[in-house]
């Protein structure tokens, strides 16, 4: 048996999935994101170590059995999280988020101190990264930073809890901006850059391999017959791919979830800073994925949902099984900014076009449109960086909707796999890496995708019709920005 443990967003989920790869129960427990300031994006690193024990507190009172014969976990989570630790472990300021976007400034203060900072990390720096959000404290906080003794990720703040070491894996690391990408080894320059030194970060494991063993304390809690193993792990992207199979190169998935990502696997390192493309380490050994990245994908559609007063799923059925045209209303999905193309945190949401006669189904059509016309600009830079995406899988809550899944897929002009009912998420691909470190069998041959259940091909008629309208959009960022 083995356990995935997923630190979203929103919420921690924890999958318990046997030897068939079959999940036998799963648990999760909601989050809530506080917003100081317009921008700014936090949570309280100890609601996550709360809602992991609820969690597993209660698969532990359902499954007792199933738990107790667990022998490797794994963990996965949002990405880029700041969490500030003094010398007593204890956070020192609630954690800054992923989609926090306070730190433009320090970007390109980063650069500065470190000119060839996107030859070793592969990245811009952007304000959702790590290390930018570190010269933020160290300016507006520092005293907080003065005391800093480590700064870790969410997922292994949970670890630290878990084993009581300091550890990441390459995924996740890759995303700070502190690490040489390649070499896949912390950088002694980025970090020189920020004032820290690599006595301020966790040791790296390989996503696959061992970090550490849980507590014992904590397996004789939750009634395990002996100590698992706890897997490196993966940043929620790379640990999707896991799950979904996308780790041999080439292979591929788009994830419609709070974020949206077009994500490719690698067999070497492939960057492209000019189109902020993500290059980053996966989570299995000797592979790279590049990703771009959109900050508001079903985000967007939850927030027209709670303007409306209506449930998103409402929203879609009001559009209709199919959509004949594009909308004439266009929308521009950057309501906290924006990374892939565009790296700009001032970056913001509109609706252009908008007409009397027009109501809420024109309005979710237009935002529907508007997030496969940015995951169309992922995949327009992917290509720039050489990377040819065939086909893709389709994951995350939005793929859920037939209808969104058909625009995207005739937009994108590209076939989209959708596969058998499951849950093959962050958590799922998770407890796979925790079998790999419990077990030591091949990650390309455990990691593969699931049955196809269906492909969703592009509608021949609207194909055309979508490229020009995308062109049309593509005219709106430039021409708002100037405005600013």
């Not at 990502?261 to 980053?280: I, W």
């Not at 997030?371 to 809550?397: I, K, N, P």
């Not at 058998?420 to 890496?433: H, N, S, T």
Request: glycine share 10%; aromatic share 6%; hydrophobic share 45%.
């Amino acid at each position: 048996m083995y356990l995935g443990i997923d630190v979203g967003t929103s919420s921690v989920k924890a999958v318990l999935v046997d030897g068939h790869e079959h999940i036998v129960a799963s648990a999760s427990a909601a989050l809530e994101v506080t917003r100081p300031r317009p921008g700014w994006s936090e949570q309280e690193p100890d609601a996550w170590m709360r809602a992991l024990e609820h969690v597993l507190d209660e698969l532990s009172a359902s499954h007792r059995e199933a738990l107790a014969a667990v022998e490797g976990m794994g963990l996965s989570g949002q990405m880029h999280g700041a969490v500030l630790l003094g010398a007593d472990d204890k956070p020192l300021r609630p954690a800054i988020l992923w989609n926090d976007g306070r730190s433009e400034a320090e970007c390109r203060l980063l650069e500065e101190r470190c000119p060839r900072s996107r030859e070793i990390s592969g990245n811009l720096a952007m304000p959702g990264f790590t290390a930018p959000k570190l010269l933020w404290v160290a300016e507006h906080e520092p005293d907080v930073f003065a005391r800093t003794r480590k700064v870790l990720l969410p997922k292994d703040y949970l670890r630290l809890f878990l084993i009581g070491d300091h550890v990441s894996e390459m995924s996740d690391a890759a995303g700070t901006l502190w690490l040489d990408v390649a070499k896949r080894d912390w950088s002694d320059a980025l970090l020189s850059a920020t004032g820290l030194t690599r006595e301020h970060m966790p040791r790296l494991v390989e996503g696959s391999e061992s970090s550490g063993r849980l507590r014992p304390e904590l397996a004789r809690r939750w009634g395990m017959h002996r100590a698992p193993v706890v897997a490196g792990g993966g940043g929620d992207n790379a640990a999707s791919a896991v799950g979904i199979g996308a780790v041999k190169p080439g292979a591929a998935f788009v994830s419609l979830g709070t974020s949206g990502v077009l994500f490719v696997s690698n067999a070497r390192f492939s960057p492209n800073t000019e189109g902020a493309v993500h290059a980053f380490c996966h989570a299995v050994p000797r592979t790279w994925h590049q990703m771009g990245v959109i900050l508001s994908a079903a985000a967007s559609l939850e927030w027209l949902s709670a303007l409306l007063g209506e449930p998103a799923p409402s929203l879609i059925a009001a559009v209709g099984e199919r959509v004949r045209a594009p909308s004439p209303v266009k929308f521009l999905p950057y309501l906290s900014g924006e990374r892939t193309p565009h790296n700009d945190a001032g970056a913001r949401g509109a609706f252009v076009g908008l007409a009397h006669g027009d109501g809420r189904e024109a309005l979710t059509q237009a935002v529907m449109e508007g997030v496969a016309y940015a995951v169309a600009d992922c995949m327009r830079v992917l290509a720039d960086a050489g990377t040819r995406v065939e086909r893709a899988s389709a994951v995350g809550g939005g793929s859920r909707s037939p209808l969104w899944l058909k625009i995207l897929a005739s937009v994108l002009d590209r076939p989209l796999d959708v596969h058998a009912e499951g849950d093959f998420g962050g958590a799922f691909g998770a407890a796979r890496l925790g079998r790999l470190a419990a077990t030591g069998e091949d990650p390309f041959t455990l990691a593969v995708p699931p049955p196809v259940a269906r492909v969703v091909e592009p509608d021949a008629a609207l194909v055309p019709r979508y490229a020009e309208e995308y062109a049309r959009w593509r005219r709106l960022y430039p021409a708002l920005r100037q405005e600013r």
